[in-house]
């Protein structure tokens, strides 16, 4: 499995952006696909994730009512809207997927700047 990650970018606070994920290989073993996030000095953090088949979706507390995880089947896509952005939110964002029990799968960081 391969992820390609893009959409980040420089927002003001209050601002939105869009980041999308594409999956490419053997996406028939993913069961979920997800953004994590590590800002500078910290620990990676789980954002959000959504069950690959476009069920239920999950969000950390931090971003619940301001973030949406949405996949598009048609592209293989799982795209991450973000808005009413904090400076808080600034981090490098990286797409996961999921293979049950232990195979995760990343993509490389797409950086978001929020400034105040």
């Known amino acids: 499995v391969q992820l390609q990650a893009s959409g980040g970018g420089l927002v003001q606070t209050g601002g939105s952006l869009r980041l999308s994920c594409a999956a490419s290989?053997?996406?028939?073993?993913?069961?979920?696909m997800g953004w994590f996030r590590q800002a500078p000095g910290k620990q990676r953090e789980f954002v959000a994730s959504i069950e690959y088949s476009g069920g239920s979706t999950n969000y950390a507390d931090s971003v619940k009512g301001r973030f949406t995880i949405f996949r598009d089947a048609a592209k293989n896509t799982v795209n991450l809207q973000m808005n009413s952005l904090k400076p808080e939110d600034t981090a490098d964002y990286y797409c996961?997927?999921?293979?049950?029990?232990?195979?995760?799968?990343w993509g490389k960081g797409t950086l978001v700047t929020v400034s105040s």
């Open positions: 290989g053997d996406i028939d073993i993913i069961k979920d």
């Open positions: 996961n997927a999921h293979d049950p029990p232990w195979m995760d799968y």
